[in-house]
């Protein structure tokens, strides 16, 4: 593989390794380990249900939300901080099968009064900024200074709290490093620096808790990704651990398929996963990768656009198009 094929893998490992996360955790969200045992001895299958009564290979809110992000980016062509906002209303008028409570708090504000932010709270904490946040990573990979602000501004749009600030932070600067061809120590590095600065997200040995608090997901997320050594492994010791699956397993999907390549995600969840859901992810990442290196982009698209004109043509509600205004 060629750098761009590589750097188009990683990219592209990282936005299936989310929505193939999503759709594996979901079915487990909200079980107890020994729950999950009972009905699926190992949970390692795309099979749907869980508490949404999920479609096999459906997704949830971590990957919508990310479409509608992603959208608004290709859209613009740019950062326009109400147009990410006005994506995320347009999905949440769609009735997702989905949504966090501060999430809906943070978008019903911004519908009614404009502010593109709130106050910080600590009732901010949960890990819905976070989860959403890999197409500012794709966007920004050749400046690192627009990833930090872009990744604070839509995370504020509903959360504003400095230990969601934090991970989303850490999160995006270790996907960053992945998809640019770092290891896992480049993830070590930034995890550290997280735990240095604030010491409650300290992750070894692993505290053992799975719930939405963005402290208990970035621990997970990251005791998974240290201790496998493949893809598929490290998703399925995430979500067999319950909680929060679809959402820890979105983000260790994410580091996971940074650092291990689409090519290394097993061909069984990829068949299974949305197709809709996996045209639009491909599009975006080839999108997200021309918009970010312009012409130096040499990677082999499978799109050829990856931008609106194809896009269009998917009956998606998250088809790179300019989201209905707020009334
Ligand atoms: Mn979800
Ligand atoms: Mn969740």
Not at 43 to 67: F, K
Not at 71 to 78: D, F, H, K, T
Not at 272 to 291: C, H, K, W, Y
Request: overall charge neutral; proline content about 4%; aromatic content about 8%.
């Amino acid at each position: 593989m060629t750098g761009d094929t590589i750097l188009r893998d990683r990219a592209l490992g990282a936005y299936l390794g989310l929505a193939i996360g999503d759709a594996l955790g979901a079915t487990v969200e909200f079980m107890t380990p020994l729950e999950i045992r009972a009905m699926h001895r190992e949970h390692r299958s795309i099979v749907g249900g869980g508490w949404l009564g999920l479609r096999p290979g459906q997704v949830t809110d971590d990957t919508q939300m990310c479409l509608a992000l992603g959208g608004a980016v290709l859209v613009e062509q740019g950062w326009r901080l109400g147009g990410v906002a006005d994506a995320f209303v347009a999905w949440m008028r769609g009735r997702p099968a989905d949504i966090g409570n501060t999430c809906r708090r943070g978008l019903r504000r911004y519908m009614q009064t404009g502010e593109l932010h709130g106050k910080p709270a600590e009732e901010d904490a949960g890990n819905g900024a976070a989860m959403r946040n890999l197409p500012v990573v794709l966007a920004t990979l050749t400046d690192a200074e627009s990833l930090e602000s872009w990744s604070l501004q839509q995370a504020r749009i509903t959360h504003w709290n400095e230990l969601s600030d934090a991970a989303t932070l850490m999160l995006a600067k270790a996907t960053r490093r992945l998809v640019l061809g770092g290891d896992s120590r480049s993830v070590a590095a930034e995890a550290d620096e997280l735990v240095r600065g604030f010491p409650t997200f300290r992750y070894a040995p692993w505290p053992g808790r799975t719930s939405g608090y963005i402290v208990d997901t970035v621990q997970t997320v990251l005791e998974g990704f240290f201790s496998t050594a493949s893809f598929e492994d490290c998703l399925v010791r995430v979500v067999n651990r319950g909680g929060d699956a679809d959402t820890t397993g979105a983000l260790a999907g994410q580091l996971a398929g940074a650092l291990y390549g689409a090519s290394a995600i097993p061909e069984r969840w990829l068949k299974r996963l949305d197709p809709t859901v996996r045209a639009v992810v491909e599009q975006q990442t080839d999108g997200l990768l021309r918009f970010a290196f312009g012409r130096k982009w040499g990677g082999t698209d499978r799109s050829a656009l990856g931008s609106a004109g194809d896009a269009r043509k998917l009956d998606a509600p998250f088809a790179v198009r300019r989201p209905a205004p707020v009334a």
